[in-house]
């Protein structure tokens, strides 16, 4: 199986900050790289998806972008707003099993 | 609007079997392949499994996690998705969520999720 290792698991920021995510996959992926935002109580929402392409058809903010491919990828938020503190996964879509990383708690500084 | 609604949740003793469903609604069901992602109490999220569409021979995939003990099927005449969850352990105790898988693999559509509760 592939293994998804997401860093750090928790990140302490202020509004306004630049924040990244780090996600490794185990072996190489390509770009079949997905990244989810969830908020307690709530389903996951796709942000990214093949890596660096933006979910606008939901209306994900142009703050977020996803860059990367093989086995490193991250999730870069430009400046970090009060709606975005909540949990990020990553999730590998190029075999199965499909998998995600452990997440990361993006909390209030 | 596209809606995706778990039910059939509920607490359940270890060995035991439990159903959940999915009503989709405002979208051509059948076109899709489906899975099923869980997430345990303050845990992260694992994916469970899949049903291709009919076009796709309705085949399945599985988590290790689950194999042998879990059945996702599909009624698309009702537009529904089922997993049926048998020998249950403790470590099944999750929010199971139904989701919409894209042409891509990608997911869009999430459902509210159904809480399974596995305890003496």
């Known amino acids: 199986d592939i293994q998804m290792t997401q860093s750090p698991s928790t990140l302490s920021a202020s509004v306004g900050d630049r924040v990244t995510i780090t996600c490794r996959a185990s072996q190489t992926i390509g770009r079949r790289l997905a990244w989810f935002q969830q908020k307690p109580g709530k389903a996951p929402k796709l942000l990214i998806y093949q890596a660096s392409t933006l979910e606008i058809e939901s209306g994900v903010p142009p703050r977020f972008s996803g860059s990367g491919s093989g086995t490193e990828f991250t999730l870069t938020i430009s400046s970090l707003q009060p709606e975005d503190f909540a949990s990020y996964y990553c999730q590998q879509l190029y075999t199965y099993p499909l998998t995600f990383g452990g997440g990361t708690r993006v909390e209030i500084k | 609007e596209v809606q995706l609604v778990e039910s059939g949740g509920g607490l359940v003793q270890p060995g035991g079997s439990l159903r959940l469903s999915c009503a989709a609604s405002g979208f051509t069901f059948s076109d899709h392949y489906m899975d099923w992602v869980r997430q345990a109490p303050g845990k992260g999220l694992e994916w469970v499994g899949r049903?291709?569409?009919?076009?796709?021979?309705?085949?399945?995939e599985y988590a290790a996690s689950v194999r042998g003990r879990f059945i996702i099927s599909r009624d698309d005449s009702k537009n529904s998705l089922y997993l049926q969850m048998s020998s249950l352990k403790t470590d099944d105790t999750a929010v199971y969520f139904c989701?919409?898988?894209?042409?891509?693999?990608?997911?869009?559509?999430w459902g509210q999720g159904a809480l399974v509760t596995v305890s003496s």
């Open positions: 989701v919409r898988v894209l042409r891509g693999g990608n997911y869009d559509y």
């Open positions: 049903i291709r569409n009919k076009v796709d021979s309705y085949t399945t």
